[in-house]
């Protein structure tokens, strides 16, 4: 079983530091072509779930409510992904950072910061209202990523208080 689902939401654009390329990567955007080499990587990054390729063209490339799925590449492998989702929201269009995940033995690099990055900005240049994501409480790591770019938990239930209480006090407390 996953735990608990949870919503953080980027209110207005806010200023960031992850222009800067991290060397040796490049971003692109996929191409149906990266199927396969992005099924492999998100089945590795996201144990438990599912991602056959099959998936990752139902859920990425093929449905148009994802605008672009961004890929970070080391000579051309395929080490990190993001993707620009439109979402529709009490009449409202707003973004969603969509399925951000970055191969293991890149992590700690600031590969995350520049997809997320490349989400954000790509998103509010199409106009959104505002952009949101959902993650679970278990990934300590990636909300502290979002709330480095201003994203905030949007709580919707007594229960996801209590969740949020935990693991802001996981994330202050390891620094
Ligand atoms: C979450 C994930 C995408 C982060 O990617 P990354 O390339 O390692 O992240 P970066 O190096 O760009 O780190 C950016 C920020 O993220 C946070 N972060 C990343 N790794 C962290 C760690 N091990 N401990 C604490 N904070 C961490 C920090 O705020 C960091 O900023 P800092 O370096 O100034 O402290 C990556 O760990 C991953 O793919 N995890 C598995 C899949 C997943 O959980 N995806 C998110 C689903 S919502």
Redo the contacts with the bound molecule.
Sequence with gaps: MHAMNVRMRLPAPLAHE?KAP?AGIDLRPATAADADALAVLLTA??PGWDWPVDQVRERLLDTPDVVCTWLATIDGTIV?T?SEQLVAEAGDTVGS?H??????G???????????AAVVDGLWARGVSSIR????VD??????????FGFVPEIRSSGELAAWSAVMAT?VR??
């Design positions: 992850a991290v990054a996201f990190g993001a950072v399925w951000v995940a970055v191969a293991e890149q992590r700690g690099r600031g590969l995350g910061r520049v997809l997320t994501l959902d993650t679970q990934r300590p790591n990636a909300i502290a990523l979002y709330a480095g994330i390891s620094r």
